[in-house]
T-cell receptor, first 117, second 112 residues
Framework: KAGVTQTPRYLIKTRGQQVTLSCSPI?????VSWYQQTPGQGLQFLFE???????NKGNFPGRFSGRQFSNSRSEMNVSTLELGDSALYLCASIKNPGRQGAHTEAFFGQGTRLTVV | KNEVEQSPQNLTAQEGEFITINCSYS?????LHWLQQHPGGGIVSLFMLSSGKKKHGRLIATINIQEKHSSLHITASHPRDSAVYICAVRSRLVGTASKLTFGTGTRLQVTL
C-alpha cells in the first residue's frame, strides 16, 4: 500500500512568486491536513480538507490556500511568497476522521522543503 | 503558555540507556500522538493514545488523562533512535477532529 506522497520534495522560489504543493493521501483516506514546520515556530496546522471541503483552518494569512479533489488529492497554494514562508510543508492523511476524531491514525508524507530567496 | 509542552528539549544518552520524554498538555483531547522525525524531515507516527499504555518493540507510551500528561520511554536505546520526538494532541472539540497541536519536540542523540 503506497504511503502519503508529496511533490515536489524540494523547491526554490523567489519572493513575490506563488507556489503550489501537492499531496496524494493513502488510497481510501478522505482527509488531508497540511502543516508548516519552521525552526522558530515548530509544526503548525495550516488547514484540513475532507471530501473536497475545508473543515478547519489555522492562523495563517489568506495567501495560504488549498483545495481537495474528488480523488482526495490535495494541493496547497502560497501566493506572493515571503522569505518567512521558507519551511518544510507536511501533509497527513487520515482515513475517516469522523466528528470526534477518535482512534484515527495520521500518516505523514516526507514533506516539501520550500526555500524562498 | 503553549498548549503542549515537552521536556527535555535536548537529550543525549549512551547506547543502552533507558530514556524518558515527557509531554504535558492543557486542553481536553481525544487522542495524543507520539511522532518521530529523522533528519530529512519525514515524520513517522509511533503511537496514538487515548488512554493507558501501548508498547511496540523497545518503545512504550503511557498517558494519564486526569493529569494531562504522557511519557514516551525507549528501553535499551540505540544510535538509530537518534531523532526528534514530537508529541501532538488532537482536540476533543467537535469539528476539530483532524487538527493536531504539536509540542516543540525533543531532540535525542544516542551515542556509542
Amino acid at each position: 500500500k503506497a504511503g502519503v506522497t508529496q511533490t515536489p520534495r524540494y523547491l526554490i522560489k523567489t519572493r513575490g512568486q506563488q507556489v503550489t504543493l501537492s499531496c496524494s493521501p493513502i488510497s481510501g483516506h478522505r482527509s488531508v491536513s497540511w502543516y508548516q514546520q519552521t525552526p522558530g515556530q515548530g509544526l503548525q496546522f495550516l488547514f484540513e480538507y475532507f471530501s473536497e471541503t475545508q473543515r478547519n483552518k489555522g492562523n495563517f494569512p489568506g495567501r495560504f490556500s488549498g483545495r481537495q479533489f474528488s480523488n482526495s488529492r490535495s494541493e496547497m497554494n502560497v501566493s506572493t511568497l515571503e522569505l518567512g514562508d521558507s519551511a518544510l510543508y507536511l501533509c497527513a492523511s487520515i482515513k475517516n476522521p469522523g466528528r470526534q476524531g477518535a482512534h484515527t491514525e495520521a500518516f505523514f508524507g516526507q514533506g516539501t522543503r520550500l526555500t524562498v530567496v | 503558555k503553549n498548549e503542549v509542552e515537552q521536556s527535555p528539549q535536548n537529550l543525549t544518552a549512551q547506547e543502552g540507556e533507558f530514556i524518558t520524554i515527557n509531554c504535558s498538555y492543557s486542553v481536553g483531547i481525544s487522542a495524543l500522538h507520539w511522532l518521530q522525525q529523522h533528519p530529512g524531515g519525514g515524520i513517522v507516527s509511533l503511537f496514538m493514545l487515548s488512554s493507558g499504555k501501548k508498547k511496540h518493540g523497545r518503545l512504550i507510551a503511557t498517558i494519564n488523562i486526569q493529569e494531562k500528561h504522557s511519557s514516551l520511554h525507549i528501553t535499551a536505546s540505540h544510535p538509530r533512535d537518534s531523532a526528534v520526538y514530537i508529541c501532538a494532541v488532537r482536540s476533543r472539540l467537535v469539528g476539530t477532529a483532524s487538527k493536531l497541536t504539536f509540542g516543540t519536540g525533543t531532540r535525542l542523540q544516542v551515542t556509542l
